[in-house]
């Protein structure tokens, strides 16, 4: 995989660095590859990087997208969309006794919500 820095600017008032990229790859590289990737680039933690967006265009190898690296893990969670930092958590195997960090609280909703069959 090879990434590219396309434009890094600095936000002071965010206190993060909103960093475009370019990735040329073969096939779509996962996003804790982008990150492990682009904090190495960018001498950060990976913890502290959130994947804002990716995108691909159809027939190209070429991946371009945008990267927040946030200063400190508290200001990470005050402005950055839970959505976005739990694209960029690892999903443990099946074989793994860990639990997930977040549980779906819905699958006694749904099967409440489930009509009575007869």
């Known amino acids: 995989m090879e ?3 396309i434009k890094d600017k600095k936000n002071p008032l965010l206190k993060r660095r909103e ?8 096939g779509t ?3 804790i590859d982008v990150k492990n990737k ?12 959130v994947i804002e967006h990716l995108d691909t265009a159809f027939g190209k190898t070429e991946l371009t997208g945008t990267v927040s690296i946030y ?3 508290e200001r990470l969670k005050q402005i950055s ?4 930092m739990a694209r960029g958590i ?6 793994e006794d860990s639990a997930p960090a977040t549980a779906p609280a819905a699958p006694a909703a749904v099967a409440a919500k489930e009509p009575e069959k007869k």
Not at 81 to 84: C, D, E, G, T
Not at 90 to 95: I, R
Request: glycine share 2%; no cysteine.
């Open 81 to 84: 969309h839970n959505h976005l």
């Open 29 to 31: 590289p996962s996003r």
């Open 90 to 95: 690892p999903v443990p195997k099946e074989g």
């Open 38 to 49: 682009v904090a190495a680039i960018a001498n950060s933690k990976p913890e502290l990087i």
């Open 71 to 73: 200063e400190t893990e």
């Open 3 to 5: 990434l590219q820095i």
């Open 19 to 26: 960093v475009s990229i370019k990735i040329n790859n073969k």
